[in-house]
């Protein structure tokens, strides 16, 4: 890759970590109010864990680690809102609230996790439909699995800057959306007007760099959510 690609790579890398350390200040600092709040609240915490890492490995030049780490990003980001809009108590009850790497309940897959939010947002459908066999979204799971999409990029050309730019692009979305589900647990005027508004920056990035079709205007808001009514238990942190 030629100097001018990598430095227009660095210089998104400082965008992106700025829109980490932005997202991290708005974070609330109060003890969650309950088990499924304090679940949700710690996926989030983990997607921006994630975000973070992508971008400090792909400033190293690191930049197949940084393909791979898209997945956990939306998978952490997915499971707060799974946390928030689907899950029973029952389910929420059911997980461990101490460390343990074998626990005897989880939480469901990605693709089950998204498949139960298309209800809530209908939207998602075209990514549930991406995941099945041969869909255009399984790049995501061969990228972090090290598949043909990760061994040809390590050949004579190795990644392109777009293809670079790109998972920074993507990487600061699925993050946002994590943070954006915040916005739905307790009410944050500063992190709604940052986050909403940068999901739109976002969009106009993709649109304008890659030619892709305009994306519709969403709203500045998530769905009330029902269920936070039952918080089921106290939260365990």
Sequence with gaps: MNPDSLQTILDRCRVSRGHND?????????????????????????????HSALVRV??????????????????ASTAGYWFIYVATCTEIQALPTTSIDNPSADIPGLGEMIKSLIPIFPQIQKMSDGFKAGG????????????????????????TEDEVMLTLIRSD?????????????????????????????L???????????????????????????????????
């Design 22 to 50: 932005r997202m991290r200040s708005l974070m609330p600092s109060d003890k969650a109010p309950s088990l499924r709040t304090n679940f949700a609240r710690c996926a989030i915490d983990l997607a921006l864990e994630h």
């Design 58 to 75: 792909v400033a190293a030049g690191e930049y197949g680690t940084g393909g791979a780490l898209l997945r956990p990003i939306l998978e």
């Design 136 to 159: 255009t979204a399984k790049w995501l799971h061969k990228y972090t699995h090290g598949s043909t999409p990760q061994l040809t990029r390590r050949g004579a050309t190795g990644w």
């Design 173 to 201: 979305m699925f993050s946002d959306l994590a943070a954006c589900l915040e916005t739905a647990i307790a009410p944050n005027a500063a992190l709604s007007e940052y986050a909403f508004s940068y999901r739109d920056e």
């Design 203 to 237: 969009g106009f990035e993709l649109q304008t760099r890659f030619a892709t079709d305009p994306i519709p205007q969403q709203p500045n808001s998530l769905p009330v959510a029902p269920l936070l009514g039952d918080g089921c238990g106290p939260a365990f942190s």
